[in-house]
Nanobody, 125 residues
Framework: QVQLVESGGGLVQAGGSLRVSCAAS????????MGWFRQAPGKEREFVAG????????SFADSAKGRFTISRDNAKNTVYLQMNNAKPEDTAVYYC??????????????????WGQGTQVTVSS
């Protein structure tokens, strides 16, 4: 049974950078397509970015394009979300999620079978 643990959240000033990580254990990380979602207070969980199991495909929400990058290190069973030029509207709890071996990155929560507990990211203005 795969477990996902996010880390690296915190407080960052607007315009700054932050990297959040998600470490997987107990499963076959290299076979999972991984996604990042976020949920702000009073709002629905939304897709941020994803990367396919074979590194070939990355997808980003419009709000993340040009500012965020996603990467993975299969040797460390870890996926990263690098957030640059952070904005106050990026404030949310960030969740990583695993999907079974898809080349097309799912952009809805229903496409993922396992979720981490989340890490808070706060961007101050």
């Amino acid at each position: 049974q795969v477990q996902l643990v996010e880390s690296g959240g915190g407080l960052v000033q607007a315009g700054g950078s932050l990297r959040v990580s998600c470490a997987a254990s107990g499963g076959t990380f290299s076979s999972y397509t991984m996604g990042w979602f976020r949920q702000a207070p009073g709002k629905e969980r939304e897709f941020v970015a994803g990367i396919s199991w074979n590194f070939e495909t990355t997808s980003f929400a419009d709000s993340a394009k040009g500012r965020f990058t996603i990467s993975r290190d299969n040797a460390k069973n870890t996926v990263y979300l690098q957030m640059n030029n952070a904005k106050p509207e990026d404030t949310a709890v960030y969740y990583c999620a695993a999907s079974f071996g898809r080349v097309v990155v799912p952009m809805t929560a229903s496409g993922y079978f396992k979720w981490g507990q989340g890490t808070q990211v706060t961007v101050s203005s």
